[in-house]
């Protein structure tokens, strides 16, 4: 892991994390804490603290670890097309009220994701390749995944999943009877039953009120004022506090976790200098740069930076008639200066990238493919290549006018700029863009409806997970596939990398895919996004990293010296 620390002396007594609460800076509201949904990345971290799944990254290693699961899951082959790989849940895991977790928990929270009224497209479509589930009769802790292919990450794409009890959701075990291939196309009987589990999930509102489903997790929501805190507290007895032993993905230390919604930077960077907020994670780097030599910082902060998979994007509306072909997207992406962006936005301390992967992913990153250059010339001619026309109000084909809407997320500078700085070169050559600055919660939904032409937002990266289906497949459109690509051709090669059956398979199926979205361009990769995370100085153990959301919030403690780190 990649870490640097700016420090001056400093010795701290120790005190007890449950005398205060660990304040977090977040810079937009979950909108929704929904198991399934999962909006963005401050409901991902929120859910994590109340509900589990088999397996967790350990932010330290930097690998998949053991959570609701006992050990790392058993494979083997059945016949020459299936792999069956099996999980065994901890004797200790428990719900809220004490019901043990058990292997129907998992197999009724697959059978829920195909309920067409529970939000789980995504979740769905990243492990399509189940064909069934089999719980062990012989022990209630024990279950199997019947998988099509053998994908070496088929096992980090099932231990992903929030698990979910079957008691309170359905409590009649309705949805036993049934195998997922006779949900997925499900008859009379089927769809009945599949209607009455949907209406109960509904009823319970859980993008709300999770506190109406018993969680495995060590937190609970206690406090969600909408766009201005959140508040989770730890539980006083949770199952895990029993382990002998218990890794870093099962560690819950701080009494209570408070994140504050403060979307404006300057705000943000106010609340961490008086005291308000004790982490400040993902700040901008000219925030994080001037705050460095604000003199008097140093004494009262830690400054973290990391790696970071993450790559900022922007992105096309292929569904739209004007973007619908490759050659003008091409066109438009020779717009954006991305040494100047990259110097402008991350001080140069980012890095460019020929694609959605990070160039730290390894053999799988395609390096033969060329950076896209930044040309207004170029940009021209490929227009008229692609049957445009420039007249006296602006590109025409056929009739259709070449005027562009741009998204991007309100009150964040990063986008800002790259928005401002792409607008303003294409206005240079005469193509009309319209800037939209978007608050969070109406960004998703214009991102669902199609609500756009060009966006800028940042690419979670995970060097564990390379199904791209759910962002590039039709299956996708309307869910996590924003640009609305699909071709036949795309899904059968997105479907091939998501079923390969070795890793050297899967490294050229990877770098296959990264030409055929260079091809297409449904967006155009800039650069990777370093990590940057401030805290207050009292803290230690945030296990800073590459990975999202770049810090371990339930380790926190109080007092003493920064973990992995020197104190100077």
């Given amino acids: 892991m990649a870490l640097t620390c700016l420090a001056t002396s400093c010795q701290q007594r120790a005190t007890s994390v449950a005398d205060q609460p660990v304040r977090i800076r977040w810079a937009r509201d979950p909108e929704s804490l929904d198991p399934f949904q999962q909006p963005n ?19 330290e290693k930097c690998r ?20 069956l790989i099996s999980f065994q849940i901890r004797p200790q895991a428990r719900w809220d009220n004490g019901r043990p977790v058990l292997a129907s928990d998992v197999a009724f929270t697959m059978r829920l994701m195909l309920c067409p009224r529970v939000p789980a497209e995504s979740t769905r479509l990243a492990v399509d390749f189940v064909k069934d589930v089999e719980p062990d009769p012989a022990d209630p802790r024990r279950i199997t995944f019947v998988c099509r292919g053998s994908d070496p990450s088929f096992e980090t794409a099932l231990g992903d999943f929030l698990i979910l009890p079957e008691a309170y959701l359905d409590p009649k075990g309705s949805l ?44 609970r929501l206690s406090t969600w004022e909408s766009g201005r805190q959140l508040v989770f ?28 919604v403060l979307p404006e930077d300057a705000s943000a960077t106010l609340a961490l200098r008086r005291g308000d907020v004790d982490i400040y994670p993902n700040m901008p780097a000219r925030t994080f740069d001037r705050l460095q030599h ?39 992406s020779l717009l954006f200066n991305t040494p100047a962006l990259l110097q402008a936005t991350q001080l140069g301390l980012g890095r460019r990238t020929t694609g959605m992967f990070s160039p730290n992913l390894g053999a799988g990153y395609n390096d033969s493919l060329p950076l896209l250059p930044y040309s207004l010339a170029a940009a021209q001619q490929r227009l008229r290549q692609a049957g445009w026309q420039r007249t006296a109000t602006g590109w025409q084909r056929a009739g259709v006018p070449l005027h562009l809407a741009l998204r991007y997320r309100a009150a964040d500078p990063t986008y800002e ?19 939209r600055a978007t608050e969070a919660s109406s960004l998703t939904t214009a991102f669902q409806q199609g609500d756009f032409d060009v966006y800028v937002q940042l690419q979670k990266g995970n060097p564990f997970r390379f199904d791209l289906t759910p962002i590039f497949s039709g299956q996708g459109i309307g869910a996590g596939n924003i640009t609305r690509f699909a071709t036949p051709a795309a899904d059968r090669l997105l479907k091939a990398l998501a079923l390969a059956a070795t890793p050297a398979t899967q490294t050229r199926l990877l770098r296959k895919v990264q030409v055929m979205l260079r091809d297409q361009l449904p967006i155009v990769p800039l650069f990777t996004v370093p990590n940057r995370v401030v805290a207050d100085r009292q803290l230690t153990n945030l296990h800073i990293s590459t990975l999202k959301p770049g810090y371990q919030a339930t380790a926190i403690e109080r007092g003493g010296a920064a973990q992995g780190l020197a104190a100077k």
Avoid at 236 to 260: I, S
């Fill in 417 to 435: 700029i790259v928005a401002l700085q792409f607008a303003q070169a294409a206005r240079s050559i005469g193509v009309d863009v319209q800037l």
């Fill in 64 to 83: 998949t670890e053991p959570q609701l699961a006992q050990a790392l899951p058993t494979r083997r082959s059945r016949g020459d097309s299936l792999t």
């Fill in 176 to 219: 036993r009877v049934f195998s997922l291939a006779q949900l997925r196309r499900p008859a009379a009987p089927a769809r009945a039953v599949l209607e009455q589990v949907g209406q109960r999930y509904e009823a319970a509102q859980l993008g709300h009120h999770p506190e109406h489903l018993p969680g495995s997790g060590p937190y």
């Fill in 233 to 260: 507290t730890r539980k006083t007895q949770w199952w895990a506090d029993a382990l002998p032993e218990r890794p870093l993905v099962l560690t819950a230390t701080p009494h209570q976790l408070r994140y504050e």
């Fill in 294 to 332: 604000t003199p008097g910082a140093s004494a009262q902060l830690r400054f973290y930076t990391a790696l970071s998979y993450d790559v900022l994007v922007a992105g096309f509306n292929c569904s739209r008639p004007a973007l619908a072909d490759s050659a003008t997207r091409h066109a438009l």
């Fill in 41 to 59: 990345q401050a409901a991902l971290e929120g859910l994590n603290l109340i509900s589990q799944s088999l397996l967790a990254i350990d932010l």
